[in-house]
């Protein structure tokens, strides 16, 4: 069965510091890939997405950008971040659009 | 582009009583799905109910059942004979377009309390 980890679940980072959160897909090959954010009490709103290793789309400018090394790895980064990146964030992999995408477990980050 | 609408912030229900979760969406796409999911405060993100703009019938799943109305562009979510354990937060979202990716436009959601 596929299985979605993603790490860490919580990070407390201060303004201006690099960021690197992690998100592995087992039990698939070829999976599309998202990252998501959600504000407090608020919806997702969808970061980047990618369909194949190397190919990353942005959904909306801001300061974070992502990376897919390997088939079932995708990399959400910052060199810089802000106190507005803070937010809980999720990756998911997903096949086909008539199919739900499945969730990992999320990453709540604090901006000091 | 798609939006998604869900106009109740906040809903209570009598733990054994049915309560509706309402959904409107928005796009000039004609092949579309929508799908529901639960967020328990814990986080996680659980996948409820599809549907598929061409399908006839109904989805169902359990308790849950999706009120698909196509010309008023609306996906209620109907839970039926509440469980403590629904207590969450409910979010609507939809996919649309052959090119699309899968990608999911969600509501801002509601989140629905349940009592004992």
């Not at chain 2, 796409?29 to 996948?47: A, C, H, R, T, V």
């Not at chain 2, 999706?66 to 609306?74: H, I």
């Not at chain 2, 109907?78 to 436009?105: E, H, N, R």
């Amino acid at each position: 069965s596929q299985t979605i980890h993603q790490w860490p679940a919580t990070l407390v980072q201060p303004v201006g510091s690099p960021l690197s959160l992690e998100c592995t897909v087992e039990g698939t090959s070829n999976p599309n890939l998202y990252w998501y954010r959600q504000a407090a009490g608020r919806g997702l709103q969808l970061l980047f997405y990618s369909v194949g290793i190397g190919q990353i789309s942005s959904e909306v400018p801001q300061n974070l950008s992502a990376s897919r090394p390997q088939d079932r790895q995708f990399i959400l980064s910052s060199k810089k971040l802000l106190l507005s990146d803070s937010g809980f964030y999720l990756c998911a992999w997903g096949e086909y659009s008539n199919q739900p995408q499945h969730f990992g477990d999320g990453t709540r980050l604090s901006i000091l | 582009a798609q939006k998604i609408t869900q106009t109740q912030p906040g809903m209570f229900v009598q733990e054994k009583e049915a309560v509706t979760l309402d959904c409107t969406y928005d796009t000039s796409d004609p092949s579309y799905g929508l799908f529901w999911y639960k967020q328990p405060s814990s986080g996680e993100m659980i996948f409820l109910i599809y549907q598929g703009s061409y399908d006839q019938q109904n989805a169902t799943e359990g308790r849950y059942s999706l009120n698909f109305q196509k010309a008023r562009k609306s996906a209620n979510l109907v839970i039926s004979a509440s469980q403590l354990g629904d207590s969450a937060m409910y979010f609507c979202a939809m996919t649309a377009g052959g090119t699309s990716y899968g990608k999911l436009t969600f509501g801002q959601g509601t989140i629905l309390t349940v009592h004992p």
